[in-house]
């Protein structure tokens, strides 16, 4: 008997913590977090509406034929109703992939913007560092035999290159806000993972690969880029920030930068 209201209750207190957000996400700063955010929402109402009534009906069922004394009586089941709540359930949850794949594609297998500002990622155990085009806008050469982490040439850049002389490299990830960028992710050892989560997305770097990554932020700020793939004992300590900033901040770093090599 007790068993009924408990269920109740623990319903109630899951959906309480729903509605009010207790542990929530930090909000999107970019338009594909606003759409994945209302994809989720989409989903969770959904599916929160069909857990509330389960529960509250299964509480009902333990309450109604509970041990009263009654002879128990052998029931065969409904085969119209298990054929309408098989399918409709599955209409459901292929309609709600279906909804979540289009906005996961937009990100993933849209056109690249031909004027987004390139930026090379390395991952290593344990650190991110990343690589921009100096004023000539050119990836210069590099060598993995020059790739020296104490020196602060972690992409092995070749200084007898004058394209690579200008390039500029950073610990932390810094963009211009509202400008769309295009991330090329490599891994020199093992599979790390790219993740932000104000930006609502994340993608593996694959050593060997060289991995294309589109992404547009437009609230200024300061975000954690945390590597979510558990890549070896460092892996608690392998993250780096990726700053948002205006336009003109965001130049006028590149100009120090450049002006202190
Ligand atoms: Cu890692």
């Avoid at 899951?14 to 977090?33: D, E, L, M, N, R």
């Amino acid at each position: 008997m007790l068993l009924a209201p408990i269920i109740w209750l623990l319903t109630v207190v899951i959906c309480y913590f729903f509605f009010a957000k207790t542990w929530w996400f930090p909000p999107p700063v970019s338009q594909h977090g606003l759409e994945y955010d209302a994809q989720f929402m989409r989903t969770l109402v959904v599916t929160g509406i069909i857990f509330f009534f389960a529960q509250i009906a299964l509480g009902w069922v333990i309450f109604r034929f509970r041990d009263d004394g009654r002879r128990a009586q052998y029931t065969h089941g409904n085969n119209r109703l298990e054929t309408l709540w098989t399918s409709a359930t599955a209409i459901l949850f292929i309609g709600l992939v279906v909804m979540g794949t289009r906005i996961w594609a937009a990100v993933h297998l849209s056109e690249p913007d031909p004027n987004a500002i390139p930026i090379e990622v390395m991952a290593r155990q344990f650190a991110f560092s990343f690589r921009y085009t100096g004023p000539d806008g050119k990836f210069g050469r590099t060598d993995l035999k020059l790739v020296n982490d104490a020196a602060g040439n972690p992409f092995g850049l070749d200084d007898k290159d004058p394209a690579a002389k200008d390039d500029l490299v950073s610990a932390s990830l810094k963009v211009p806000a509202g400008k769309p960028i295009k991330l090329i992710l490599h891994s020199r050892d093992v599979i790390h993972n790219f993740f932000v989560r104000e930006l609502r997305l994340k993608q593996d770097i694959v050593p060997g690969m060289e991995i294309p990554f589109y992404f547009q932020a437009d609230k200024p700020g300061t975000y954690e880029i945390p590597c979510s793939e558990l890549c070896g004992l460092g892996h608690f300590q392998m993250r780096s920030t990726l700053e948002v900033m205006a336009p003109p901040d965001f130049e006028k770093w590149k100009q120090q930068q450049a002006a202190n090599q």
